[in-house]
Every structure is written in structure tokens, then in C-alpha cells.
């Protein structure tokens, strides 16, 4: 019993094979690189500055990324942009293959969301094409509560990882009879093994306590169930980290009730969207919540919500924050750990010392006003820091 359970557990290792040190971290400087591979493979560098793919995206997504590039030039962060313009109303293929052959060349990228048409079956999602052709299986969304942000919940501090291409999302749907949908729900041991390995590795490399796998198995009993199976066999090889299980029902009602039970939560691709939208929520909202998509070749940030704002577009109250953390996210990946120390604290200064808030967080600030005071804030910082270099 014990030889065969060991050789199964080999054989979904093995399966499992990925470099599990390429994450970032939300809040500190540290990412622990194999002693093999000092950095993540494909990054375009020269002259010690990096160049990373900007995806425009939609809605209030061209103007803030302006406000991360204008931020970025006063902190002199080492960041070169290559800009492609990319939207809901792009239909050129070329286009579309541009953009993946602008990532895969630079090896990150950070974007705004792409709206995706609901009323258009034809329509396809270009998030999801990025993601699953890039191979970007892990989304992480890492929610904590701000002190000067004012929520009925506090203390939260759980992270989100989810699996981001099969489940609902692999867009395999027919209608076989007028009135009849058929729509496929992909679920597979490797990748299910994958990502459970992943976010049991997160948790131990970060000091987390407890992993829980969220599913839907007592109905979706082959699906979701080949995905807790393999949670669970993963969840053998770490005996010094709690592990549990929820059905995701009651996991988005345990979510908006006592959220501080929750450390590290790791799930299926559309539980990991609808759990990533709440949790963001309940510590401030999409506009400072921010996420990243990474594979084991690329990486993609963004806000954790993926919400394009597009009902405050051109309006200047659409809070950076978010989209800026993601891109403090970005460059600790890309191991510019002191930059992104720098941005991140003013980013935080700004939020919680200063308390300058747009309306979001039931302030009176503008886009402009809170990037204004994160520039102010950073230049002394920058200037004192190159003298000391």
C-alpha cells in the first residue's frame, strides 16, 4: 500500500514539474530563485534596464497605465515600455499575434483589461487567449485589509491562487438542438496537480499556515473531484501545513462573513474568479487590488479583478493604486526589488498616512490628484537614495 501510494505521488510530481520560485511578492523583497536560474527565463534586458510589454486594455485602462509609466520615470525605475494598443474593438489577428510575440519577446508584460462581448458567441475572449497561450496557469490575487481603508471586515490577509486555463474558460460549447447548449467543463489531473503543488509551495516558501482547496465536488463529483483528489494527494507531501476543503457555496458565504479564517486558498478557474472579485471587495475594491497571471516562462499584471472601469472612463477618479502595486509586483519579479520597495511605500504612504482617496474609498481626490501626491512623495525619496548609491 505505502510503495503504491509513493509511486503515485512520484508520478504526480512529475507531472507537476515546475519552477516553483518565480513568484513575487506583494509587500516584501524577497523572491527566492533556484540557485540554477538567478532570473526568469526570456526577459529582454540590456544595459541593465528592462523592456516589458504595455496591453493598453479598456475602459480607464490606457489612462492609468500612463499614470505606472509616469510614476516609473520620477522613481527611475530601469523599465522600458513597448506599447501595444489592444482593446475590445480589435479584430486584426495580427494584431492580436502581435501582442503574444510582444510578450513571449520581452517575457512580462502588465496590461489593462480587455472587455470581452457577452452578446457575441463568436467573440473570443483575448484575457483567456493571452493567458492559455502564454501558459500562464497560476493567477494570484493577494488580498489584505489598509488601515486607513474602511471596510466592514479587518485583519484579512488571505491569498487567492487560482488554476487560469481549463474549467469553464477553455470555451468548448455547442448548441445541439434549437433551445440546447452543451458547454464543456475541462478538468485534468496534471493540471489540477499542478496548480495544488504551486500553491503549497507558495504557502511554505511565505510562511502560510493552512491551504484550502475550494470546489464544487459533492455535485461535479468526476470533475471537481479529480481536482480535490489531486489537492489531496499534494497535500501528503507537506505535513507541516494545514489542509482543508470547502464547496465553493459556502466558501463565498464563509468569505463574506469571517474572511479572517481564510490563508491560502487555491481553486479552479471560474471559483478563483468569482472568490478574487469578492475578496477584493471586502478590502477596498478593484481599484487597490492587484493581481498576476504567471507561467513558467511568463508573467502577466494587472489589477486582481481584471475590471476594465469603463463606467469611469475619462473621468480622472479612477483609483491607481491597484494597477500601480501590480506594476510594484512586476518589478520585484523582475528582480528591481529597491524600486519596487520605493514605489509600493509610497503608494502606501499616500493611502494610509496622507489618506488622499478617490471616490471609491469615499474620498474627494481625483486620478490625478493621488498620483500627484505619490510622485511628491517619491522624488525626495529618489533623490536621497541615488545620493547614497
Given at each position: 500500500?505505502?510503495?503504491?501510494?509513493?509511486?503515485?505521488?512520484?508520478?504526480?510530481?512529475?507531472?507537476?514539474?515546475?519552477?516553483?520560485?518565480?513568484?513575487?511578492?506583494?509587500?516584501?523583497?524577497?523572491?527566492?530563485?533556484?540557485?540554477?536560474?538567478?532570473?526568469?527565463?526570456?526577459?529582454?534586458?540590456?544595459?541593465g534596464r528592462n523592456t516589458v510589454t504595455l496591453l493598453t486594455g479598456d475602459g480607464v485602462g490606457p489612462e492609468l497605465m500612463s499614470y505606472v509609466q509616469e510614476v516609473f520615470r520620477h522613481a527611475g525605475a530601469p523599465i522600458d515600455f513597448e506599447e501595444v494598443e489592444i482593446n475590445a474593438t480589435t479584430k486584426d489577428p495580427e494584431t492580436m499575434r502581435g501582442a503574444l510575440l510582444?510578450?513571449?519577446?520581452?517575457?512580462?508584460?502588465?496590461?489593462?483589461?480587455?472587455?470581452?462581448?457577452?452578446?457575441?458567441?463568436?467573440?473570443?475572449?483575448?484575457?483567456?487567449?493571452?493567458?492559455?497561450?502564454?501558459?500562464?496557469?497560476?493567477?494570484?490575487?493577494?488580498?489584505?485589509?489598509?488601515p486607513a481603508v474602511k471596510t466592514r471586515h479587518n485583519n484579512i490577509d488571505l491569498i487567492l491562487i487560482r488554476e487560469n486555463t481549463e474549467g469553464e474558460y477553455t470555451n468548448f460549447f455547442h448548441e445541439n438542438v434549437p433551445g440546447v447548449v452543451e458547454s464543456l467543463k475541462i478538468i485534468t489531473s496534471e493540471k489540477s496537480t499542478k496548480i495544488a503543488k504551486y500553491a503549497f509551495d507558495f504557502a511554505k516558501r511565505h510562511g502560510r499556515k493552512k491551504v484550502t482547496a475550494i470546489h464544487k465536488a459533492n455535485i461535479m463529483k468526476l470533475g471537481d473531484g479529480l481536482f480535490l483528489e489531486s489537492c489531496r494527494k499534494i497535500a501528503c507531501l507537506y505535513p507541516d501545513i494545514e489542509f482543508n476543503d470547502m464547496i465553493i457555496d459556502n466558501a463565498s458565504m464563509q468569505m463574506v462573513s469571517r474572511p479572517q479564517q481564510f490563508d491560502v486558498l487555491v481553486m479552479p478557474n471560474l471559483y478563483g474568479n468569482i472568490l478574487s472579485n469578492i475578496a477584493a471587495g471586502l478590502v477596498g475594491g478593484p481599484g487597490v487590488v492587484p493581481g498576476m497571471n504567471l507561467g513558467e516562462d511568463y508573467a502577466v499584471f494587472e489589477l486582481g479583478t481584471r475590471n476594465s472601469g469603463r463606467s469611469l472612463k475619462g473621468k480622472n477618479i479612477a483609483n491607481p493604486s491597484g494597477l500601480l502595486l501590480a506594476a510594484c509586483d512586476m518589478l520585484d519579479y523582475l528582480g528591481q526589488y529597491e524600486h519596487a520597495t520605493l514605489i509600493r511605500d509610497s503608494v502606501m504612504d499616500v493611502l494610509c498616512e496622507k489618506k488622499i482617496h478617490t471616490p471609491d474609498l469615499g474620498g474627494q481626490a481625483t486620478t490625478l490628484e493621488v498620483v500627484q501626491a505619490i510622485v511628491d512623495d517619491i522624488k525626495p525619496k529618489a533623490r536621497s537614495w541615488k545620493l547614497m548609491k
Open positions: 500500500m505505502q510503495r503504491t501510494l509513493a509511486k503515485s505521488l512520484s508520478r504526480l510530481l512529475n507531472l507537476a514539474k515546475i519552477d516553483t520560485t518565480k513568484c513575487s511578492i506583494f509587500g516584501t523583497q524577497v523572491v527566492n530563485y533556484s540557485q540554477k536560474q538567478t532570473e526568469p527565463k526570456y526577459l529582454s534586458r540590456y544595459g510582444s510578450v513571449q519577446r520581452n517575457g512580462v508584460a502588465i496590461k489593462g483589461n480587455i472587455e470581452t462581448k457577452f452578446d457575441d458567441p463568436s467573440f473570443k475572449s483575448m484575457n483567456v487567449e493571452l493567458r492559455t497561450q502564454l501558459n500562464l496557469f497560476a493567477s494570484v490575487v493577494w488580498c489584505r485589509s489598509i
